[in-house]
Every structure is written in structure tokens, then in C-alpha cells.
């Protein structure tokens, strides 16, 4: 690869090289030298702007954690409207249908990566914590309208979703499930 030559915002130019690889290869194709090639810069380039690859991967998820809480954001304000099913699987459908899985499974397989992003999420998988955060904020808002009977234990409620539609999805290579068979679900479990 050639050096010296020019990249804008090359930070976000190789975090999108190794969604793409991500996506297309998973998480054990993910190398330092197959996100510079995916990026078409030199192998230096990655080791300019990051400590090493952990710390890399490591920001990588981070960065994708922020753009959760855009979609948390979205998902609050839902609240009180539409059909409350509807909101979830949305929510749910487009959580799921992004590099998430991918990195839900690239975390679980680095020790590196996981150890770094304890400092940042303490408990639980990042992206996963996340997620069940933000519907948990939903579920709250939509009981104080409601929409979700007092007593139903949205701490519960939020985890169940999180984890069965996690399961709906985490098999990259085999066929997606629908929106139409995730509302179902989410419709199975969310009292109403």
C-alpha cells in the first residue's frame, strides 16, 4: 500500500472497513492488515491514530455504543405514541439488522477488547447493556403513560427482549428473521 497518501477522517474511514469486514468475513477475519487493505490505506495508518489493535476494536465499539444512544434518543421520544409493539420492533429490527451482532460476537471472542472495555462498561456485553438500557427507559415512559401495566417488571421485560431478539439474529450466515417475525415476538411478550 502506498504511504503518505491523504485520508479524510481516517478514523471513521477504518471503523467502516471493519464493519464491512465484519459483516462479510466475521469477527475471527478481523485483522489489523484486513482493515487497512478494506480501508485501501497502509497497515500504518491504523497504528497512527490507535495505540494498538484492542485499543483499536476497542474504540470501534465505543464509537458504535454512541450511535446507540442517537437510536435510545429516538426510542424515548416514541414514547406516548404509535403502537408501543411497533416502536420496540423497530427499534429492535434496526439495533439487530446493524454491525451489532457482529460486535456483540467480536467482544466475546477478545479477551484483549473485553478487558479494555470494562473501564467503559462494567457489567454486562457492550452494545447488549446498551440496548437493554435504552429499552428499559422506554418501558418506564411508556407505563408512566399507561401503555404498559404498572406492575409488569420492565427490568425483566427489557432483558427478555434484548436477549431473545439477539438470539433471533445471531447467526450471520443464515437467514435474517423478518419484521413481521419479530413483531410477533416482541407482541408475545410485551403486556398489554
Known amino acids: 500500500m502506498p504511504t ?6 481516517a478514523r471513521e474511514q477504518l471503523f467502516d472497513a471493519a464493519e464491512r469486514v465484519l459483516l462479510r468475513d466475521g469477527p ?13 490505506c497502509a497497515k500504518g495508518m491504523l497504528h497512527k491514530h ?3 489493535f484492542d485499543g483499536f476494536l476497542a474504540e470501534l465499539v465505543l464509537d458504535r455504543i454512541r450511535r446507540l444512544d442517537d437510536q435510545a434518543e429516538v426510542l424515548l421520544k416514541a414514547a406516548g405514541q404509535g403502537i408501543v409493539v ?22 466475546i471472542s477478545r479477551d484483549g477488547l473485553r478487558a479494555r472495555l470494562r473501564e467503559d462498561v462494567p457489567t454486562g456485553v457492550p452494545i447488549l447493556t446498551e ?11 411508556e ?11 420492565i427490568d425483566v421485560l427489557g432483558l427478555t427482549l ?3 431478539t439477539h438470539l433471533l439474529f445471531a447467526d450471520r450466515t443464515g437467514v435474517r428473521p423478518t ?14
Open 179 to 192: 419484521t413481521d417475525e419479530v413483531r410477533a415476538f416482541v407482541g408475545s411478550v410485551v403486556p398489554s
Open 162 to 164: 434484548i436477549g431473545s
Open 4 to 9: 503518505g497518501v491523504a485520508m479524510r477522517d
Open 28 to 40: 475471527e477475519a478481523l485483522t489489523s492488515r484486513a482493515v487497512t487493505t478494506e480501508a485501501g
Open 50 to 52: 490507535f495505540t494498538d
Open 143 to 153: 407505563q408512566t403513560y399507561g401503555r404498559i401495566p404498572a406492575g409488569a417488571d
Open 86 to 107: 411497533d416502536n420496540l420492533t423497530t427499534m429492535l429490527t434496526d439495533l439487530f439488522g446493524s454491525v451489532a451482532v457482529a460486535i456483540v460476537s467480536l467482544t
Open 131 to 141: 440496548a437493554g438500557r435504552a429499552l428499559r427507559d422506554y418501558l418506564a415512559a
